[in-house]
């Protein structure tokens, strides 16, 4: 019988002129031999545009092309686009497999953002609506995340100029400098708090995906947990995919050649088989 491959990626954050992905069919190479695709959140941006009808051109064009041109593919949700689809997580290899995009760790969803003490404010006031026992339900603390992420407008992600960009995305993500210092506590907090997630709601998974921070990376946490990050198509940083075949679990980089995306060398494999100690 032959091997069923799933693969999975996040970020691709296409129509973003800081993503790689200036196409997509340059992301072709990377549906070959597989049999399920797996987008993992912020493919795209959703949110309210300043230009009229960007978000739904670029909605309607996403979908189309992966219709078309991929094999079955699921999207989840991200705080980019949260309004995509109405999976925000994905179980995989009989629940062994956790995979989410990431900002459900963090209560401001994006720490490093313009938008953070808005948007904390916001989750903590619609969360404590909720009442203690609902807001600690996942399902309801997605619905939370994504009502609020829907409305906090693009900024330099919709910008065409190219001089307007580039000083939207310093205002939006690097000044003032401690900004920065933000982006370096969320990479280094994202493993432990990944695993608080998993072991709370997931406690079989062995594995948790999440994208998000745009950190590409691997960490075995004390219990035996493996939190992996599949990284993004923005730079500065790679995207890594991750490909479910069998009882394996394999990470890969991905490689761009003359303006595609392939699958690259092989970064690490696990096996999926045993179970979390």
Known sequence: MPTRVTRILSDVHYGDRGSRVRALPALRPLFEGVDQLVLNGDTID??????????EALRAETLQFFRDAAPPVTFLTGNHDPDISALHTLDLA?????VTHGD??????????QDAA????????QLGELGPDRATRLEHRFTVFRRV???????????????KYTVGILADTVWPPTRFLHILRAWRNAPALAGTLTRRYRPKAGFVL?????RPGFWRLPDGLIVINTGSY????????????????????????????????????????????
């Open 46 to 55: 959703t949110r309210p545009s300043k230009v009229a009808g960007q978000s």
């Open 94 to 98: 009989d629940g062994r497999v956790f």
């Open 104 to 113: 459900i760790l963090f209560e401001e969803i994006v720490p490093w953002g």
């Open 118 to 125: 808005t948007v904390r404010r916001r989750i903590r006031e």
């Open 149 to 163: 992420a829907a409305t906090i407008p693009q900024r330099h992600q919709s910008e065409r100029d190219a001089l």
């Open 210 to 214: 999440i994208g998000h921070i745009h």
């Open 234 to 277: 923005c730079p500065p940083l790679s995207g890594w995919v991750a490909d479910l075949q069998d009882e394996r679990l394999i990470l890969r980089m991905v490689e761009r050649r003359k303006g595609e995306f392939h699958p690259g060398r092989v970064i690490a494999e696990f096996s999926t088989a045993a179970p979390r100690p």
